[in-house]
């Protein structure tokens, strides 16, 4: 599709993955020139067999997205057999350190290879890379044998399982203990340690004590708390979270924290909404535009201050994230790169009922809608008779309008209303009889 720069990608979904150009540059002949990449049929042709990674699961009416850029994540490394050179995590800000590490792997790597250091190598040897390395290059090579084995579309690779990728992504010392409740979960994460931090291993065990896990940590009431839109403050404030098709609108309220000296509640209950606001955004998986509408404050100083103190909550977020200055009004606009889609749309769906707009029609409104529909129905086809079909509270709302055969004289058609206790509260149907 040249006008979206972008094609299509069978990728063997129900929804065809999108590759755009910008992520397609390794097919061009000068794939590390600067300025814009060609266009996108001067890199793709349809028929053509691709090599990708998915870069974001696919969500709501999205595919995947989809890149040529391949990479392969491990604990302190993350291997891009298409990029060369070093690049070290934002989140590494010791400059010592940062030139230490970047030494230490130009050393490791060939020619044709480059690698993104972790935040967990901070600290790690020369020796602990060349093992990563060594590892991650034999992946790659058996995704490349494996890809001239099949018929595309298919899988060629598959990241870790969700308790090795916790191990590998968050456990960053052998002395954590780590417990597990599933057997085959714990076997896998076992396995991935052993290669990477094994000294870790005979500190993971099975989990075999009386109840839940999650029990045990009252973890399923924190679960819980996560889908609701609003999140208590320390101080008595709260923040209300509601995500719309463009973005997610958070406010900031005081809930009657304003004694003594309203600078400084405002100050403090924002200081606490910003921490709060960091760590929502993680633990929901939000990605995206994102306003915060923070209580106004008089001092320039104090703005200052709360966006900081959100800049700096965000600095340990594992999804880029792009803050900007707290406007007169309180506002602050920032962004998120989504990774995947919103915990609550992995976990819920739309509500059958009122298919996701978060309310109903009232019974009247529906009664209305029904009569307007019966109407219609008469005008464009005169004479027999109808059925209106609803729940029992709308056909009352209808017969509180007029009954049955008053309706039939104006419509100049016979009326039947029927009550059905399995319609949905606002639905209805206009039938018409033989």
């Known amino acids: 599709m040249p006008g979206l720069r972008a094609a299509f990608v069978d990728v063997g979904l129900k929804r065809d993955g999108f590759l755009s150009a910008d992520s397609a540059r390794e097919l061009a002949e000068d794939q590390h020139g600067d300025g814009p990449p060609p266009p996108i049929n001067k890199l793709v042709r349809e ?12 969500f ?22 298409y990029r060369t050179g070093v690049a070290l995590s934002r989140r590494i800000l010791d400059e010592k350190e940062r030139q230490r590490l970047s030494d230490a792997l130009e050393e490791l790597l060939g020619d044709d ?33 494996n890809a001239d084995k099949v018929d595309p579309p298919a899988v060629i690779h598959t990241d870790l399982g969700v308790v090795a990728r916790a191990v590998r992504d968050y456990v960053a010392s052998p002395e954590t203990a ?5 057997a085959e979960a714990l076997a896998d994460a076992k396995a991935y340690a052993g290669t990477i931090m094994p000294a870790l291993v005979d500190r993971m065990s099975l989990y075999t004590g009386s109840g839940s896990l999650f029990d045990r940590h009252e973890l399923e009431d924190q679960v819980a708390e996560v889908f609701e839109p609003s ?14 098709a463009a973005l997610t609108a958070i406010d900031v309220d005081s809930k009657g924290r304003n ?24 633990l929901r998986g939000i990605g995206g535009a994102v306003v915060v509408d923070f209580i106004q404050m008089r001092r320039r100083g104090n703005a200052e201050r709360v966006v900081e103190a959100l800049r700096e909550v965000l600095h ?12 007169r009004f309180g506002l602050l606009e920032m962004t998120r790169r989504r990774t995947g889609p919103a915990l609550s749309e992995i976990v819920s769906q739309a509500c059958p009922v009122c298919e996701g707009r978060g309310s109903i029609d009232t019974a009247e409104t529906a009664a209305d809608h029904a009569l307007a529909t019966a109407e219609r129905e008469a005008e464009e ?21 007029a009954d049955a055969d008053a309706l039939g004289r104006r419509l100049g058609c016979k009326i039947t209303l029927r009550r059905d206790e399995a319609f949905a509260p606002d639905h209805f149907d206009v039938v018409r009889d033989n």
């Open 259 to 282: 004694r003594g000296n309203p600078e400084e509640a405002a100050l403090q209950t924002n200081l606490e909404a910003a921490e709060e606001v960091g760590r929502q955004l993680r």
């Open 316 to 327: 340990e977020d594992p999804a880029p994230t792009d803050v900007g200055t707290l406007s």
């Open 60 to 81: 709501g009416d999205k595919g995947a997205r989809l890149t040529t850029s391949l990479s392969l994540p491990g604990r302190t490394l993350i291997y891009s057999p």
């Open 113 to 145: 290879e480059g690698v993104i250091v972790r935040t967990n190598a901070e600290g790690a040897g020369p020796e602990e890379f060349s093992q990563e390395l060594d590892a991650l290059r034999q992946v790659w090579r058996t995704i490349l044998r």
């Open 231 to 244: 999140v208590p403050l320390p101080g008595g404030g709260r923040i209300i979270i509601e995500t719309t």
């Open 47 to 58: 028929g053509d067999s691709l090599l990708v990674q998915v870069a974001r699961d696919a």
């Open 381 to 401: 086809n005169p004479g027999g008779s109808l059925t209106i079909v609803a729940v029992p509270d709308v056909i009352s709302a209808i017969e509180r309008t």
């Open 178 to 182: 780590v417990f597990v409740d599933d």
